[in-house]
Nanobody
Framework: VQLQASGGGLVQAGGSLRLACAAS????????MAWFRQVPGKEREFVSA????????SYATSVKGRFTISRDNAKNTVYLQMNSLEPGDTGRYYC?????????????????WGQGTLVTVSS
């Protein structure tokens, strides 16, 4: 299984980025796809997740109202639209896949991980 994340970069505070993560290597029916982020010296933290049908989503309090998660099952791809970015959003963003319900919030509960994409928000 491979999860290829893309879309990171350098942006000024208040700007936007759209991350994408393409999954391959097996069928992903029924999967939950999620985004986590990590900064050096800190633990990886949950950002957002979405269920297979797209009808169930969850967001960390810090990003609620600014970030939107979506998925395209035909492409096995999950997206994270990030608006009104803040310097505190800086970090490496990882996508992850979990098979089962409900949406998990801890990294050890996820089955597969991508390599991450770096997001840097300048003030």
């Amino acid at each position: 299984v491979q999860l290829q994340a893309s879309g990171g970069g350098l942006v000024q505070a208040g700007g936007s980025l759209r991350l994408a993560c393409a999954a391959s290597g097996r069928t992903f029916g029924g999967s939950i796809m999620a985004w986590f982020r990590q900064v050096p010296g800190k633990e990886r933290e949950f950002v957002s997740a979405i269920n297979w049908s797209g009808t169930g989503t969850s967001y960390a309090t810090s990003v609620k109202g600014r970030f939107t998660i979506s998925r395209d099952n035909a492409k096995n791809t999950v997206y994270l639209q990030m608006n009104s970015l803040e310097p505190g959003d800086t970090g490496r963003y990882y996508c992850a896949v979990h098979f089962g319900d409900p949406i998990p919030y801890y990294e050890h509960e996820y089955d597969y991980w991508g390599q991450g994409t770096l997001v840097t928000v300048s003030s």
